[in-house]
């Protein structure tokens, strides 16, 4: 239930931020997300409508898929941390990943491709 919560709250909110972004709005403009905008309003009506898509396909399927993209995300997590918090120019040189942070996420993906390659490589 609080991944169905999560999803329908938080996933058109970022959405419709990242649309008033995309538009070139100042960001003390998109300081308050409006829920009742188009772009919040219409990213809810994707997700019933792909929701309802969900009932041509098997039940196991559409677990199997949510499955994947969940384990997926720790180690897109790991990589994204690990190329953006490196730059200085991002974060700035007191916020960028120590040595001992960039070893912990390196490890993170090399334990994940890892386990990809049992799962699925020749080894599998």
């Known amino acids: 239930m ?4 999560g999803v329908w709250q938080s ?7 990242l649309w008033s972004m995309l538009a070139g709005r100042p960001s003390e403009d ?3 997300v409006d829920t009742s905008s188009l772009p919040y309003r219409g990213f809810l009506i994707f997700l019933a409508a792909s929701s309802v898509a969900g009932l041509l396909s098997s ?3 559409i677990q199997k898929i949510y499955a994947i993209l969940g384990a997926l995300f720790i180690p897109m997590l790991a990589l994204v941390l690990l190329l953006l918090n490196s ?9 960028r990943n ?4 960039r070893l912990i996420l390196t ?9 990809g390659m049992m799962e699925f490589g020749p080894w599998g």
């Open 107 to 115: 490890a993170t993906l090399v334990l994940f491709l890892s386990f």
């Open 30 to 32: 998109r300081a308050a």
């Open 2 to 5: 609080s991944s169905l919560l």
């Open 87 to 95: 730059r200085e120019d991002l974060v700035g040189s007191s916020h």
């Open 59 to 61: 039940f196991v399927r």
């Open 11 to 17: 996933v058109p909110y970022l959405f419709s931020d």
């Open 98 to 101: 120590r040595l001992s942070t």
